[in-house]
Every structure is written in C-alpha cells, then in structure tokens.
C-alpha cells in the first residue's frame, strides 16, 4: 500500500513543507493548510456530487414505481433501475466521489507521520499547542486525549447532522453511530491525524452551509405534479358543486317516468317542480233515511 501510495504521500509532503516554509511556526497549522488544500482541490466535484444527489431525489418516485413493479424479480428490477439511470444520464456514485478522493491523501498522511525522513524534518518542531509532537500517539495525557476526542465526536455529529438533512431515517442513524465507532480507532492515530480528521469535519460543516444555500433542496417529481393537478385548464373556469335547487338535466326523463309528462316538462324547462295534488277525499256516507 505504501508503494502504491508513494507519488501521492511524496505530494503531501511537499505541500506541507511548502505551507510550512510560506506560514512558518508549527507543522500543525501545515496539517491545517493541508486539509484546506485538499478540500479545496475536489470542491468542484462535490458541487457536481450535490447536483448528482439532488438530481437522484427528484427521480425518485420513479424509481420507486419501477421497484414496485418488479418487487418480485430482483435480477430485473436492478436492470431497469440501471438502465433508468442511463436515460436520465445520472450517476447514483457521484456523490460519494468526493468522500472517496480523501481517503488515499488521510493514508499518505499516516504513513507520511510515520516515515523517519519526515520525523527527522520536523525534529525540533514538533509541537503543536497542547500537543507535544504531532508524530506520536498521545498516551501519556488522558485528559489531552479525551478533549481530542471529544473534539472529534463533536465536529462529527454536527457534520452529520447538516449532511444527512435529506437522508432517510436509516442512513441518518447509521451516521450518527459512526463517529462513536471510529473513537476505537481515532485513540490510536498519530496526533497528527486527529488534527487532520478534526479539520475536515469544520470543514464540511461549513461546505455543507453554503451547499444549502447555493443548491437548496428541489421540490420532487411527485409534490411538482400535485401542484399542476389542481389548477383548472386555461381557458375553462373551475367547475362548480350545482347549487341545492338547480335540477339536473334529466330530470325532464326521469319525471315524465315518476309523475307524468306536465311534471317532466317543468322540470326539463328548469321550473321548479311542484309536488303531485293530494287524492280528493272521500266522502262518509251518512247513516240513516234520505228526507
């Protein structure tokens, strides 16, 4: 891995020593600049991951009517899925290309810390703040170490938090645990990675601000067609509930059938339809010898 990594672990030493050269004071403020110079070297791929996973967000209801469909063949849902993704020209991966593209230069910087020429380099200015040397482990301070971590725990959760805004209620919880798994790993880094990992994440947060602000969140397929849905044609006024005393236009048919043609006429003329003359009453027969 180190062999692999030479050219660029070579490159993260020049910039340090060139950061260090130009600012001069600790090499903990070059780990800084570094951080900086990195970020700043694939933010136009985050940007274009940003619009790759917004673009994702408005696609999926479609997506989802296409797993719908084929929830019973896999095989073929992935395939139509894919090929989906070809027409409308998207890339699902884009936006961990970003994330992807800092992992090579945070392991050329350990095994940069690691490396005798660079300790040797740095011999004499090897303190950081706090920190003694930013080439060693920090075991001998429990209470140096613990702020570091918490520190770290910190910047994590809130550069989680303003990442997985749109993220289901799964991968937000996923995120949140990960920072409090990777304490088992961080206690072991050089000091100089904690610097490194503690920078990045300040740095997402306030990347991840001004995203929200340059590319706020697109409204979905599904909430665009509702809107359209409920306005009337152009053109036509809306249609309106027929008022209480307004007869319906069969009802000419429908009377002649219940109550004979006069009644159907006045309700087909748009009359109001008057109700059928009682049967006349029948007279009782008196009792008893006509006079």
């Known amino acids: 891995m180190q062999s692999i ?10 910039i340090l020593e060139f950061w260090h050269d130009l600012v001069g004071g600790s090499w903990g403020w070059s780990i800084i600049l570094l951080t900086f110079t990195v970020r700043i070297a694939i933010l136009p791929l985050t940007f274009k991951g940003v619009k790759s996973m917004q673009r994702l967000q408005t696609l999926q209801p479609e997506i989802k009517k296409i797993q719908e469909r084929y929830k019973d063949d896999r095989q073929r849902m992935n395939q139509e899925v894919m090929a989906f993704y070809q027409r409308e020209k998207v ?17 050329s910087l350990f095994y940069l810390l690691r490396s005798g020429e660079f300790q ?23 209470v ?5 971590i918490v520190l770290y725990v910190a910047t994590q959760l809130a550069a989680s938090a303003v990442t997985a805004f749109s993220a289901d209620p799964t991968q937000r919880r996923i995120m949140f645990a990960l920072p409090f798994v990777f304490v088992i790993f961080i206690v ?5 990675l904690i610097v490194y990992w503690i920078t990045t994440n300040v740095w997402t947060i ?8 340059l590319y706020p969140k697109p409204a979905s397929a599904e909430s665009s067609d509702a809107g359209e849905g ?12 027929p008022s209480p005393g307004t007869p319906v236009a069969d009802g000419g048919a429908k009377g002649a059938a219940k109550g004979g043609a006069a009644k159907g006429a006045a309700a087909g003329n748009g009359g109001p339809v008057k109700a ?13 010898r006509r006079r």
């Open 206 to 213: 306030g990347q991840q601000l001004l995203v929200k602000k």
């Open 5 to 14: 990594l030479s050219p660029l672990i070579d490159a993260c030493q020049w």
């Open 276 to 288: 059928p003359p009682q049967s006349p009453r029948k007279k009782k027969k008196r009792s008893g």
């Open 230 to 241: 409920g306005k009337p044609a152009r053109g036509k006024p809306p249609s309106l509930p």
């Open 91 to 107: 890339n699902p991966l884009g936006s961990c290309l970003p994330l992807v593209l800092q992992i090579p230069f945070f392991i």
């Open 120 to 142: 040797r380099d740095i011999a004499g200015n090897t303190g950081f703040g706090p920190i003694d040397d930013l080439a060693e482990k920090i075991t001998g301070d429990p």
């Open 144 to 148: 140096l170490l613990g702020t570091l």
């Open 188 to 192: 072991n880094f050089e000091a100089g």
